[in-house]
């Protein structure tokens, strides 16, 4: 190996793109440990190469260098990550199994950027405000938003739910609080806490049955009073449960407030999807970033045999993403242990491991696709 490092350097002292057997030796050199020794920890070649080659979740390109700083006072040598955006505490896990990186002592930390939004002329008061929406009701729209509020919020984040959903505000029921009275600070409603998310919702201020017989203007009015009287604290996101449609109350939202990016939730149904469709046109239309889109109940499986059945029909969700060429966050299962935990408001949903594990990875892939569609406006 000694003799391969002179001959390099005379190569490149040389620039001489002739000098023979170059290529080889240079690839002799990174897959060695003296690439490291040579041009360090971040420019050595087999380094770089081997943390691009291990896909993270929401990061499949590897981690960018400039979240990284290395300490090499102590041993083993430890790699201080800082994620832009909300990831679990067990993300790095992939990095610590490897042969090569595992070596060293990885440790994470949470800085969430707040990104532009689509009112760059009002205060950035509320966080990543980000839109769960869906062109037609009976999706599931309501449970995805509250799943990933709650998954956010595991992950250390500051999560805030707007139930912008007026005509049939559910986020009471499925966080647990149908009886509590958000209290009132001033001219604010102090929302209720559950959960870990700060949550404001119509359905805390009237009767569990009364109806909201408002037309569109109306609605579209008390929804914003409703975002602003809420005493929210700091928030690093802010998910938003939009009524279904594509009405007074979406154009409302996209051109009055301030709007980071919306996710769209579907299910496999041709009719469900020619509705997100609709759904993604508009918001495109009026300037509101697409990150990315949820198929909801992809398919039943028999607890007893754990033989699928695509209910609503198979994959068209990924159709309609790659159509639409926005990013597929998660396909979620029609399982009934999430509709018993949203209806009792149990909070996030634990068991089964695989399925709690998918709507984490979901909430990453979404908090990681608006920080990064940000990097390239």
């Known amino acids: 190996m ?43 070649k087999k380094w770089q190469k081997r943390l691009a080659e291990i896909p993270l979740v929401g990061c499949q390109q590897g981690l960018p260098e400039q979240w990284l700083v290395l300490d090499d006072s102590v041993e083993p040598q430890r790699i201080t990550v800082t994620a832009p955006f ?19 002592d990885w440790q994470l930390q949470r800085n969430i950027a707040l990104l532009p939004n689509s009112q760059p002329e009002l205060p950035l008061v509320y966080g990543n405000v980000v839109l ?6 009976g999706v599931g729209k309501s449970s995805v938003t509250a799943q990933l509020a709650m998954a956010l ?4 984040a500051r999560v805030g739910v707007l139930d912008a959903d007026i005509y049939g505000p559910s986020m009471p029921v499925m966080f647990g609080a149908v009886d509590d009275k958000p209290a009132t600070d001033g001219n604010k409603i102090a929302p209720v806490q559950r959960h870990g998310v ?10 569990d049955k009364d109806a909201a017989i408002w037309r569109g203007p109306m609605a579209s009015a008390a929804l914003q009073q409703l975002l602003r009287d809420t005493k929210w604290p700091k928030l690093d996101y802010l998910l938003v449960d939009m009524p279904p449609g594509t009405g007074d109350i979406q154009l409302t939202f996209a051109q009055k407030l301030p709007v980071t990016g919306a996710v769209i939730v579907t299910t496999p149904q041709t009719v469900a999807l020619a509705d997100a469709e609709r759904g993604i046109t508009m918001f495109r239309k009026v300037g509101v970033p697409i990150v990315g889109l949820v198929e909801n109940m992809s398919f039943y499986q028999c607890s007893a ?40 408001g149990l909070g996030p949903i634990q068991e ?14 979404m908090a990681a696709e608006l920080y990064f569609s940000k990097q390239h406006d």
């Open 305 to 344: 045999c754990g033989q699928r059945d695509f209910i609503f029909g198979e994959q068209g969700g990924v159709a309609v993403a790659q159509a639409e060429q926005v990013p597929l966050l998660g396909q979620w299962p029609l399982l009934t242990p999430l509709r018993q935990q949203l209806d009792e």
């Open 2 to 44: 000694a003799s391969i490092v002179p001959d390099l350097i005379l190569a490149i002292q040389m620039k001489c793109p002739y000098h023979a057997g170059y290529d080889l030796i240079y690839e002799n050199l990174i897959d060695h440990e003296v690439g490291d020794a040579m041009f360090g920890l971040f420019g050595g």
């Open 153 to 156: 919020a595991q992950m250390g």
């Open 132 to 137: 769960i929406a869906s062109g037609k009701g």
């Open 86 to 104: 909300a990831v679990p505490d067990d993300w790095l896990a992939p990095l610590q199994a490897d042969e090569v990186l595992g070596q060293f």
């Open 352 to 365: 089964p491991e695989n399925l709690a594990t998918l709507i984490k990875n979901t909430a990453t892939r």
């Open 198 to 207: 700060t949550v404001s919702s119509l359905g805390y201020l009237t009767a």
